[in-house]
């Protein structure tokens, strides 16, 4: 291996790695001489013993980065010579993040002599010019609200900007064409009503208005700081003090709520204004060139190899590269990257050209060819958020698929066996998810988990099994921007639980594990009875797809529930146990109760939308705001000013749990404590990025929250520059100083009162938090009985703690049984669900129980032959919740069913077929319906006459 060699090595990766060239080969050469000669033979372990001393060469990551490949590459070279040889470990460059202070900070010095101008300048409001005047609003409205770049500054003085109050919180949203929403303090909002008579004008011409307020600032002191300052180096320079990292960094990946369910979980207020913010923006349509389409069309078909081959020489790098070399092209020769000049046609022929080829090109891999025609449809198209891309931006995503591609797509054998093997192409699922864990960037995991998407619609080929990347974690197939507030959760609750049963408070305990630990459908469904741990205080969710391995995803901490659920789970927990069952729900208790939560919880939350992956999403959510409030003190205080944060899951006795939990594992609740990556372990995904973009919807608001400089009251002398010049002016400037001197809260509440005063805005104060109702021992239900009789019955070591009841079982002396407890299928059980729920709620009086009576007696020989016996049995259909029945009656020649027979059908809304019978001497009615599908009808007289004797019952309560 020579020089050159290295040289094409390193030809495919980041410049600065291929400036390490040299470097690289010369280090290399003087630590391991013998590897260099003709033939060498070499130790075993000549490579191994000296990767170390190599790797501690390297003075920064590029270096570092060209020492492992070409290390690599020479352990290659020397293998075939040297089959025993042993391969070096490959040392990665660790990512390493810009600091927050570094080289392209504003000077203390700019943002010094910009405080004191904007307060000069606020001082004086009035006498200035009404542009200078503009620019100072508008400076003052960046400073106070965090704005660093221009375009979320004109995004807010848009003048279709509309601003919804929120009166109790003194805050205020302001919502943006786009479908942004943006928090505003009192502050703010007086700098933005002041803007907002005269802004339409001139926010063409902001930097011409900035440069005219730099001239003003040359009559004062400051001006020779700030004659050299843009406008986006004032906002950076105004913002940079205070502004929320956390929201600048990671605020963009989030998905927010809509305008109106934001509303409703901060305020419980429903929106009742036309105006409504679209959930999530249009996608644009991409419309893609006939050629391009032509080629994309196809599949590649032919016999050739999936995995991607990266070594020099190899048909895909040349692809690629050639890629590269094509837009890297197009930018030298097209400074402007201009999409009508002659060279963008030459870089189509080109692109065009290559795919074209490479689909002809059996030596290519099918990795290789979807990098190349997603890479290719990127440049010539654009994605679906941007029409034109930088070939810098190309040339970024190029890099960043074959790299991945590299790693994650090279083994033949199983990317083979995944197109016709769930085992191998779950190991292949598994592998990519472990991958995707390493990229830590935000940018780096969208451009990923975008290509993903493109595969995923387009390729024939399997790469990935999308559901087992779900649920490791990696890939957000959707992402709703829902959110479920505690108190919606709570009325939920007594809706279900209105009709007591075990049923029912089985699956309110499979819900509850859903919104407050964040686990998925399937995750909750299939729990375990053992994957409860009450000793060691967690749940342990196993890989759903792999659950006869019993592979533990991760461990949820319980410390998240409440402490009445949190004693109720145990109580279940241990029922379960004791009665032998290794799973934690039967599942056609889920399936039957499914439908009949999802609807009231729709009916609300006002969400007709809502899922249950819904309450995964408001968990992630909870407990993001769980977190901070135990490690943030200072966040306590805005408790009261949402209706969401005033509940018992936020009050300090439940945070005290969280804390001591979290103390018991080792770290310490503050600042420091790193709360988006531990709620990204509690979710099961592989970056805080995956849960920053699909479920932190209300991240916004707690970033705004967290920036305590917005707390800051404003100033005696910019309050009374912002106020109206009026005869009220001096006793609001009194009444102000009064608040100043309670606290800043009290003088931010103040001026926001004064600014809102008069708006024509729509106002949403905070509704009363639903009053808590006393949890009452509820009756023992029908099901309950007959499931403790069947216990009974079948089990005889069970535990009953209720003594009369087991008393009430020995006196029966297996006169009843409950064979048919066993024999229903899933299918059916919801029909026998609503059968026992209406017989507990039945009103116990004489004529339901001899309707009932009636029925059974008849039951056997199927015939009713008076009146009396159809009215009776008629009611008890109607208790029995059957509906719409098609009777069949035999009748004697010439002599139809009486008109009392006929009103008595017709009025309880079912249907009789008369048939004439030579042999019959009375009209005679068939009991059962005609076409009737209704499972416990051949077990009715057995049932009813266990409902009897649950009537009989003395003290009907709970305790089994």
Same mark, same amino acid.
């Given at each position: 291996?020579? =020089?050159?060699?290295?040289?094409?090595?390193?030809?495919?990766?980041?410049?600065?790695?291929?400036?390490?060239?040299?470097?690289?080969?010369?280090?290399?050469?003087?630590?391991?001489?013998?590897?260099?000669?003709?033939?060498?033979?070499?130790?075993?372990?000549?490579?191994?013993?000296?990767?170390?001393?190599?790797?501690?060469?390297?003075?920064?990551?590029?270096?570092?980065?060209?020492?492992?490949?070409?290390?690599?590459?020479?352990?290659?070279?020397?293998?075939?010579?040297?089959?025993?040889?042993?391969?070096?470990?490959?040392?990665?460059?660790?990512?390493?993040?810009?600091?927050?202070?570094?080289?392209?900070?504003?000077?203390?010095?700019?943002?010094? $002599?910009?405080?004191?101008?904007?307060?000069?300048?606020?001082?004086?409001?009035?006498?200035?010019?009404?542009?200078?005047?503009?620019?100072?609003?508008?400076?003052?409205?960046?400073?106070?609200?965090?704005?660093?770049?221009?375009?979320?500054? *004109?995004?807010?003085?848009?003048?279709?900007?509309?601003?919804?109050?929120?009166?109790?919180?003194?805050?205020?949203?302001?919502?943006?064409?786009?479908?942004?929403?943006?928090?505003?303090?009192?502050?703010?909002?007086?700098?933005?009503?002041?803007?907002?008579?005269?802004?339409?004008?001139?926010?063409?011409?902001?930097?011409?208005?900035?440069?005219?307020?730099?001239?003003?600032?040359?009559?004062?002191?400051?001006? =020779?700081?700030?004659?050299?300052?843009?406008?986006?180096?004032?906002?950076?320079?105004?913002?940079?003090?205070?502004?929320?990292?956390?929201?600048?960094?990671?605020?963009?990946?989030?998905?927010?709520?809509?305008?109106?369910?934001?509303?409703?979980?901060?305020?419980?207020?429903?929106?009742?204004?036309?105006?409504?913010?679209?959930e999530e923006p249009l996608r644009r349509r991409r419309k893609r060139l006939p050629q391009f389409t032509k080629i994309a069309d196809l599949t590649p078909t032919l016999q050739r190899p999936f995995s991607f081959h990266s070594e020099l020489g190899q048909e895909d790098t040349i692809l690629i590269n050639a890629i590269r070399d094509a837009v890297k092209k197009y930018a030298s020769d097209d400074k402007r990257q201009s999409r009508a000049s002659r060279f963008y046609t030459d870089l189509t022929a080109t692109l065009l050209r290559l795919i074209n080829d490479a689909h002809a090109n059996p030596q290519i891999s099918v990795v290789a060819w979807y990098v190349g025609l997603y890479c290719t449809d990127l440049m010539l198209h654009g994605s679906a958020h941007k029409k034109r891309l930088r070939a810098s931006t190309m040339l970024t995503y190029l890099s960043r698929l074959s790299s991945f591609a590299k790693v994650v797509w090279t083994d033949e054998q199983l990317m083979s066996d995944a197109q016709h093997s769930f085992d191998a192409r779950l190991e292949l699922t598994m592998h990519v998810a472990e991958s995707l864990s390493d990229y830590l960037t935000d940018s780096e995991l969208s451009t990923i988990i975008n290509f993903f998407y493109y595969l995923q619609q387009t390729s024939a080929t399997l790469f990935f099994d999308a559901q087992a990347l779900e649920y490791s974690g990696a890939f957000p197939a959707n992402t709703r921007a829902h959110y479920i507030s505690p108190h919606?959760?709570?009325?939920?609750?007594?809706?279900?639980?209105?009709?007591?049963?075990?049923?029912?408070?089985?699956?309110?305990?499979?819900?509850?594990?859903?919104?407050?630990?964040?686990?998925?459908?399937?995750?909750?469904?299939?729990?375990?009875?053992?994957?409860?741990?009450?000793?060691?205080?967690?749940?342990?969710?196993?890989?759903?797809?792999?659950?006869?391995?019993?592979?533990?995803?991760?461990?949820?901490?319980?410390?998240?529930?409440?402490?009445?659920?949190?004693?109720?789970?145990? !109580?279940?927990?241990?029922?379960?146990?004791?009665?032998?069952?290794?799973?934690?729900?039967?599942?056609?208790?889920?399936?039957?109760?499914?439908?009949?939560?999802?609807?009231?919880?729709?009916?609300?939350?006002?969400?007709?939308?809502?899922?249950?992956?819904?309450?995964?999403?408001?968990?992630?959510?909870?407990?993001?705001?769980?977190?901070?409030?135990?490690?943030?003190?200072?966040?306590?205080?805005?408790?009261?000013?949402?209706?969401?944060?005033?509940?018992?899951?936020?009050?300090?006795?439940?945070?005290? *749990?969280?804390?001591?939990?979290?103390?018991?594992?080792?770290?310490?609740?503050?600042?420091?404590?790193?709360? *988006?990556?531990?709620?990204?372990?509690?979710?099961?995904?592989?970056?805080?990025?995956?849960?920053?973009?699909?479920?932190?919807?209300?991240?916004?608001?707690?970033?705004?929250?967290?920036?305590?400089?917005?707390?800051?009251?404003?100033?005696?002398?910019?309050?009374?520059?912002?106020?109206?010049?009026?005869?009220?002016?001096?006793?609001?400037?009194?009444?102000?100083?009064?608040?100043?001197?309670?606290?800043?809260?009290?003088?931010?509440?103040?001026? =926001?009162?004064?600014?809102?005063?008069?708006?024509?805005?729509? !106002?949403?104060?905070?509704?009363?938090?639903?009053?808590?109702?006393?949890?009452?021992?509820?009756?023992?239900?029908?099901?309950?009985?007959?499931?403790?009789?069947?216990?009974?019955?079948?089990?005889? !070591?069970?535990?009953?703690?209720?003594?009369?009841?087991?008393?009430?079982?020995?006196?029966?002396?297996?006169?009843?049984?409950?064979?048919?407890?066993?024999?229903?299928?899933?299918?059916?059980?919801?029909?026998?669900?609503?059968?026992?729920?209406?017989?507990?709620?039945?009103?116990?009086?004489?004529?339901?129980?001899?309707?009932?009576?009636?029925?059974?007696?008849?039951?056997?020989?199927?015939?009713?032959?008076?009146?009396?016996?159809?009215?009776?049995?008629?009611?008890?259909?109607?208790?029995?919740?059957?509906?719409?029945?098609?009777?069949?009656?035999?009748?004697?020649?010439?002599?139809?069913?009486?008109?009392?027979?006929?009103?008595?059908?017709?009025?309880?809304?079912?249907?009789?077929?008369?048939?004439?019978?030579?042999?019959?001497?009375?009209?005679?009615?068939?009991?059962?319906?005609?076409?009737?599908?209704?499972?416990?009808?051949? $077990?009715?007289?057995?049932?009813?006459?266990?409902?009897?004797?649950?009537?009989?019952?003395?003290?009907?309560?709970?305790?089994?």
């Amino acid at each position: 291996m020579g =020089f050159d060699d290295v040289v094409v090595l390193l030809s495919s990766e980041r410049t600065n790695v291929r400036e390490s060239a040299y470097f690289a080969f010369e280090t290399i050469q003087k630590i391991c001489p013998r590897a260099f000669q003709s033939e060498p033979k070499i130790p075993n372990d000549y490579l191994v013993s000296r990767a170390r001393t190599i790797y501690e060469r390297a003075r920064d990551y590029p270096e570092l980065d060209a020492l492992r490949l070409v290390l690599v590459h020479l352990y290659r070279s020397l293998k075939d010579a040297n089959p025993d040889l042993i391969e070096p470990k490959q040392i990665f460059p660790a990512h390493r993040e810009r600091p927050v202070i570094h080289k392209g900070n504003p000077s203390w010095q700019l943002q010094m $002599h910009l405080h004191q101008a904007i307060e000069t300048a606020l001082s004086q409001l009035h006498r200035l010019s009404p542009d200078v005047r503009q620019m100072t609003l508008m400076l003052a409205l960046a400073r106070q609200y965090g704005v660093s770049d221009v375009d979320s500054l *004109l995004a807010i003085l848009a003048p279709d900007t509309t601003i919804s109050y929120l009166p109790d919180a003194a805050r205020a949203i302001c919502i943006t064409s786009t479908g942004e929403n943006h928090f505003l303090d009192a502050p703010a909002l007086a700098m933005w009503k002041n803007l907002s008579s005269y802004v339409p004008k001139s926010l063409k011409h902001i930097h011409q208005n900035f440069a005219g307020w730099i001239d003003y600032q040359r009559t004062q002191e400051s001006a =020779f700081h700030l004659l050299n300052c843009s406008l986006e180096d004032a906002l950076l320079a105004l913002s940079f003090t205070h502004q929320s990292l956390a929201s600048a960094n990671l605020g963009s990946l989030t998905k927010p709520l809509s305008h109106s369910a934001l509303i409703y979980a901060l305020t419980g207020q429903t929106i009742t204004t036309d105006y409504e913010v679209p959930e999530e923006p249009l996608r644009r349509r991409r419309k893609r060139l006939p050629q391009f389409t032509k080629i994309a069309d196809l599949t590649p078909t032919l016999q050739r190899p999936f995995s991607f081959h990266s070594e020099l020489g190899q048909e895909d790098t040349i692809l690629i590269n050639a890629i590269r070399d094509a837009v890297k092209k197009y930018a030298s020769d097209d400074k402007r990257q201009s999409r009508a000049s002659r060279f963008y046609t030459d870089l189509t022929a080109t692109l065009l050209r290559l795919i074209n080829d490479a689909h002809a090109n059996p030596q290519i891999s099918v990795v290789a060819w979807y990098v190349g025609l997603y890479c290719t449809d990127l440049m010539l198209h654009g994605s679906a958020h941007k029409k034109r891309l930088r070939a810098s931006t190309m040339l970024t995503y190029l890099s960043r698929l074959s790299s991945f591609a590299k790693v994650v797509w090279t083994d033949e054998q199983l990317m083979s066996d995944a197109q016709h093997s769930f085992d191998a192409r779950l190991e292949l699922t598994m592998h990519v998810a472990e991958s995707l864990s390493d990229y830590l960037t935000d940018s780096e995991l969208s451009t990923i988990i975008n290509f993903f998407y493109y595969l995923q619609q387009t390729s024939a080929t399997l790469f990935f099994d999308a559901q087992a990347l779900e649920y490791s974690g990696a890939f957000p197939a959707n992402t709703r921007a829902h959110y479920i507030s505690p108190h919606d959760f709570d009325m939920t609750r007594e809706k279900l639980l209105e009709t007591p049963s075990l049923e029912r408070e089985q699956f309110w305990h499979f819900a509850t594990l859903c919104y407050r630990l964040g686990l998925r459908h399937e995750e909750a469904a299939k729990l375990a009875v053992n994957d409860v741990r009450f000793d060691c205080g967690d749940l342990i969710v196993s890989n759903v797809l792999l659950r006869k391995t019993n592979r533990a995803v991760r461990r949820v901490r319980l410390a998240f529930l409440t402490t009445s659920e949190h004693v109720a789970l145990e !109580q279940y927990v241990t029922v379960r146990k004791a009665r032998e069952l290794e799973s934690l729900f039967d599942s056609h208790v889920i399936d039957a109760l499914q439908n009949e939560f999802l609807t009231a919880l729709r009916d609300t939350s006002g969400n007709s939308e809502a899922v249950i992956h819904s309450l995964r999403h408001s968990a992630a959510n909870n407990i993001l705001f769980q977190l901070s409030l135990c490690c943030i003190c200072n966040l306590m205080a805005c408790r009261h000013r949402y209706l969401f944060l005033q509940h018992d899951v936020f009050e300090e006795q439940h945070l005290d *749990l969280i804390k001591s939990d979290i103390a018991q594992s080792g770290r310490q609740c503050d600042l420091y404590f790193p709360v *988006l990556d531990v709620l990204a372990g509690l979710l099961g995904h592989v970056s805080p990025a995956i849960t920053m973009q699909s479920y932190l919807h209300l991240f916004h608001l707690l970033a705004f929250e967290l920036n305590a400089c917005r707390e800051l009251p404003l100033s005696l002398k910019a309050f009374m520059q912002l106020v109206p010049r009026n005869q009220y002016r001096y006793e609001h400037k009194a009444r102000y100083r009064k608040c100043m001197s309670h606290g800043s809260e009290s003088a931010n509440r103040y001026a =926001f009162k004064h600014v809102v005063r008069g708006s024509n805005n729509q !106002q949403y104060p905070l509704k009363a938090a639903p009053a808590k109702k006393r949890v009452s021992t509820k009756p023992l239900s029908f099901s309950d009985y007959l499931l403790a009789l069947h216990r009974y019955r079948h089990e005889p !070591q069970s535990h009953f703690a209720n003594n009369e009841l087991l008393d009430h079982f020995d006196r029966l002396d297996g006169m009843l049984g409950t064979e048919f407890y066993d024999r229903w299928k899933s299918r059916d059980f919801p029909v026998w669900l609503r059968l026992f729920e209406r017989l507990t709620d039945l009103n116990s009086n004489a004529v339901n129980n001899d309707a009932l009576a009636t029925l059974a007696a008849l039951h056997a020989s199927n015939t009713v032959t008076t009146i009396r016996q159809l009215k009776r049995c008629l009611r008890a259909f109607e208790i029995l919740g059957l509906h719409e029945l098609h009777f069949t009656a035999r009748v004697p020649e010439n002599k139809p069913l009486s008109q009392a027979w006929l009103e008595a059908i017709s009025d309880a809304a079912h249907h009789v077929d008369c048939h004439e019978d030579e042999q019959a001497t009375s009209p005679v009615l068939a009991l059962r319906p005609r076409g009737l599908r209704y499972a416990p009808w051949s $077990h009715l007289p057995t049932i009813i006459k266990l409902h009897q004797t649950y009537q009989t019952l003395p003290d009907k309560t709970r305790i089994l």
